[in-house]
């Protein structure tokens, strides 16, 4: 792909990338401005900013998935068109992508091969593919079941063998979009193992997240871009997560969750004994008990699958209990049915669940739209003749994309058109808009950028300040630490510890994730 070229300076031998003036635009939106961006061979470069930066496309461009309007690509110091994805395998790229390109029916071997086949016959291929394997899984900490089907596999495991599909067709040069947005802490911690191993072997791995902790822990470069231009490279091990913050953003970020102590009041919400049996007869969720108190936040901690998404969906009313009781100050919540949530609604308790895509949003409906479903039957919103108001609906709508700052400001937007970070802010602010007694939150900053998580934090601290009661569930320690009063910490769907935020910390809350009390009788 070279569409125009820069001719400022010769390909260097060092470099395994160069991008040379690159740009692309959709339309009249400008994805990427004349970009230029060296990657040293051997190294892993990071590339952050907010979501809509342009770091996907830019990437999407190397990879042969766009064609850029202007600029040139060099690897390895050569001019290398790259019209698709077979010219960049052909390059020696491969990319792994935010989501996964299996086939999910398949087994793990014939994903492997699909696409690379030797010839007519299959069976010579999958032989060559096993063997290749085998030595993949040895070299680099990749294990995964040639025979599994993809389907089955965890979402940690999957990425291995998209990983695996571009090591066995011989790239030297990786790129990962984002790719521990779906993965549990453990298996992040894998992944860099992974990639540390990769770099060792001389390969070059450039690595798109929004996750400055990452960034700081895994590379050797990091490239900032902001609204489709690069705005500064520089050594890893001479920046801090507060000068790239700024330099992602155009101002100064707050990384940490300034506020006050809590000042709990009465019990709005407690637990008893709820245990879940799924239809395949494992128990998601043992006698699990806890309360929380107005004006308090009591965060959910542990490892994915460990029953805390249960948890929430029963107290959201989207699934049963098979036994136990909750309770909403002091009278008693039906756990008998899956209610899709109406009757907590009406009681005062909202739900921002963990998959806004799921059952947050209806992605193709206008953020309009979305911005009164579940409440669409409230008063407000009534017309005449059983009608919905949409007046009133739009103006209520575009009062809440003022005060929770959604870009871009337009009310008749789907959904699907927004960042990952303005359509949970569309969510959080439909849920916090009603001023619940409860919040229930899952995952409230999976896949948002930097600018919007600390947004979003202060908006979940500000409704405890106002003396609600707030149940956080997330994945990110980093996010249970700084926004929680309290933690509980589950494992295998029961209770393993709760302790006060302020007198833990990550080892002690690590090993309670593992089912290891530190202060209990006997315990090392």
């Not at 791995?205 to 470069?221: G, P, Q, S, V, W």
Request: net charge neutral; with cysteine; hydrophobic share 45%.
């Amino acid at each position: 792909m070279t569409v125009g070229t820069d001719t400022r300076g010769a390909g260097k031998p060092d470099l395994a990338i160069e991008l040379a003036g690159v740009s692309k635009s959709f339309g009249p939106v400008e994805a990427n401005r004349d970009i230029h961006l060296a990657v040293r061979r051997g190294t892993i470069h990071g590339i952050v900013g907010e979501n809509g930066a342009g770091k996907s496309t830019l990437m999407s461009i190397l990879y042969g998935f766009y064609q850029a309007d202007a600029g040139e690509i060099r690897v390895d110091g050569r001019p290398t068109p790259i019209p698709d994805s077979r010219a960049a395998i052909a390059a020696g790229i491969g990319m792994v992508h935010q989501h996964f390109m299996l086939v999910e029916p398949f087994s793990v071997l014939e994903n492997v091969v699909l696409g690379a086949e030797d010839g007519r016959l299959l069976r010579p291929s999958l032989a060559r593919a096993r063997d290749a394997l085998r030595r993949l899984e040895r070299d680099y900490e990749l294990e995964v079941d040639p025979d599994a089907i993809v389907g089955d596999l965890s979402v940690g495991a999957q990425q291995r063998v998209e990983i695996l599909k571009a090591l066995y067709r011989e790239a030297r040069i990786l790129i990962l979009d984002e790719p521990t947005g779906v993965l549990t802490p453990a298996e992040a911690d894998h992944l860099f193992r992974v990639l540390a191993a990769l770099r060792d072997e001389g390969k070059t791995i450039i690595l798109i997240t929004h996750k400055l902790r990452e960034i700081m822990a895994i590379t050797d470069a990091v490239s900032v871009m902001r609204r489709g231009e690069i705005v500064r490279t520089l050594p890893t091990a001479e920046t801090s997560p507060a000068e790239l913050a700024e330099l992602m953003v155009g101002r100064r970020v707050l990384l940490r969750v300034d506020k006050a102590p809590a000042r709990p009041g009465e019990v709005v919400i407690e637990a008893r004994r709820l245990s879940l049996t799924d239809a395949g007869g494992a128990r998601r969720l043992r006698d699990v008990s806890f309360e929380v108190r107005a004006g308090e936040i009591l965060g959910i901690a542990g490892v994915a699958g460990n029953g805390q998404s249960e948890l929430l969906e029963i107290l959201a009313g989207i699934r049963p209990a098979t036994s136990g009781a909750a309770l909403l100050r002091g009278r008693p919540l039906d756990l008998s049915r899956a209610t899709n949530g109406a009757d907590r609604r009406a009681r005062g308790i909202a739900h921002v669940p963990e998959d806004r895509h799921r059952r947050g949003l209806v992605m193709p409906f206008a953020a309009w739209e979305n911005a009164c479903l579940g409440y669409q039957d409230e008063a407000r919103f009534a017309a005449r003749f059983g009608l919905l108001d949409r007046d009133a609906i739009r103006a209520a709508a575009r009062a809440d994309i003022a005060r929770f700052d959604i870009r871009p400001p337009s009310c008749d937007l789907k959904a699907a058109n927004f960042s990952g970070g303005n359509q949970q802010k569309i969510v959080i602010a439909r849920e916090m808009d009603r001023e619940p007694d409860v919040l229930l939150v899952g995952q409230p900053t999976r896949g948002v950028d930097i600018g919007a998580i600390e947004f979003i934090h202060r908006q979940i601290v500000t409704l405890r300040d106002r003396g609600k009661a707030i149940i956080l569930v997330s994945v990110e320690l980093d996010e249970i630490q700084a926004l929680s009063d309290r933690i509980l910490v589950m494992f295998d769907g029961a209770v393993s510890g709760t302790r006060r935020a302020e007198e833990t910390d990550e080892r002690e809350l690590g090993l309670l994730m593992a089912g290891i009390d530190p202060k209990a009788k006997g315990a090392a």
